[in-house]
């Protein structure tokens, strides 16, 4: 933990992946309490910026992500946790948070739309 780089904040950044697929599933943000937690008890739990509190994920909706392996970047300022997740990581019912995507067709006009492959849903 003392290895660990957090921000101004105290909260460092969390990508959390599917161990079996590889599928980034989100982005969150974790303080040291909530590292703890999450190591102790083997369920992610974040930091809500929005809140301002503890956010066990998957404590209403019973969307688990239960911990296989975690990783520390290089500069030990990110983290990266492979999970074994149930039911949707996103707050909007998809598998994963990453649903959007740069349009580069018109390349004078990039536009962010949502994608339309189901596989992402």
Sequence with gaps: MNQ????????????????????VLMMAWMSPESLQISLDSGLMTYWSRS???????????????RIVAMQV???????????NQTG???HTGRK????FSLDASQPEKPAFVITENPSLF
């Design 4 to 23: 660990l780089s957090f921000n101004e904040q105290n909260l460092i950044p969390v990508i959390t992946q599917e161990a079996k697929t590889g599928q």
């Design 96 to 99: 994963h948070c990453f649903y």
């Design 73 to 83: 970047d290089c500069d030990g300022d990110a983290l990266l946790f492979k999970v």
């Design 88 to 90: 949707a990581a996103c």
């Design 51 to 65: 809140r301002n509190t503890l956010w066990k994920k998957g404590e209403s909706s019973g969307h688990l992500q």
